[in-house]
């Protein structure tokens, strides 16, 4: 599997609080993006990188922000956390631009209370 | 954008038995389909892909089959087993494109011994 982690795995925050998650990897590749999955909805994009301080947003990006530093280093903030982004978070990672042959990593649970 | 659709959400086979998950997309524009496993409480991966200029690709007892006129693909499962339970998410996009890949929103499969 490709070298990718996210921290932290498991978080529980109160409404209004800022958080952030990290994903790491050690594969060097281009692209990086982060998903939320809620049940019924399947995996949404909420942000995406195509390199170091390149990001875009996806179709769920409002109320988070990004951002890439490193190549291997991409960061998800939620500046006010509500209790409508309590979901599981994955980052992943690819080599090949369009999205092919995402590797996801292990995700984040998040609850906001 | 593209529009992927997914059914059954649920599917309920016997082990040993097939199981065979559909998805359309809207866009013709769209020639890369991958399909990702979800076991419980762990990352999505992806098992098998196809592109639009193949009809069908087999890799052991899973099976893909893309209709471009129809603009239906699908995931069929030979010979079931107890492991193959978990949910599966269908996606398309465009190869090497900057067009976001978009998900189904997953078929929960569960094998019966």
């Known amino acids: 599997d490709a070298g990718i982690t996210q921290s932290p795995r498991h978080k529980v925050t109160e409404t209004g609080t800022p958080v952030t998650l990290r994903c790491h990897q050690t594969?060097?590749?281009?692209?990086m993006y982060w998903y939320r999955q809620d049940p019924g909805h399947g995996l949404r994009l909420i942000h995406y990188s195509y390199g170091v301080k390149d990001t875009d947003k996806g179709e769920v990006s409002d109320g988070y922000s990004v951002s890439r530093s490193k190549t291997e280093d991409f960061l998800l903030t939620l500046e006010s956390a509500t209790s409508s982004q309590t979901s599981v978070y994955f980052c992943?990672?690819?080599?090949?631009?369009?999205?092919?042959?995402?590797?996801f990593g292990s995700g984040t649970q998040l609850s906001v209370l | 954008g593209e529009n992927v659709e997914q059914h059954p959400s649920t599917l309920s086979v016997q082990e040993g038995d097939s199981a065979v998950i559909k998805c359309t997309y809207s866009d013709s524009a769209s020639n890369y389909f991958p399909w990702y496993k979800q076991e419980l409480g762990k990352r999505p991966q992806l098992i098998i892909d196809i592109r639009s200029n193949v009809g069908e690709k087999k890799d052991q007892r899973i099976a893909v089959t893309l209709n471009k006129t129809a603009k239906h693909f699908s995931l069929h499962i030979t010979e079931t087993q107890p492991e193959d339970s978990a949910v599966y998410f269908c996606a398309a996009t465009i190869s090497g494109g900057y067009q976001k890949v978009t998900f189904g929103i997953g078929t929960k499969l569960q094998v019966i011994p």
């Open positions: 992943a990672i690819s080599e090949i631009q369009g999205d092919e042959k995402l590797f």
């Open positions: 594969e060097n590749h281009r692209y």
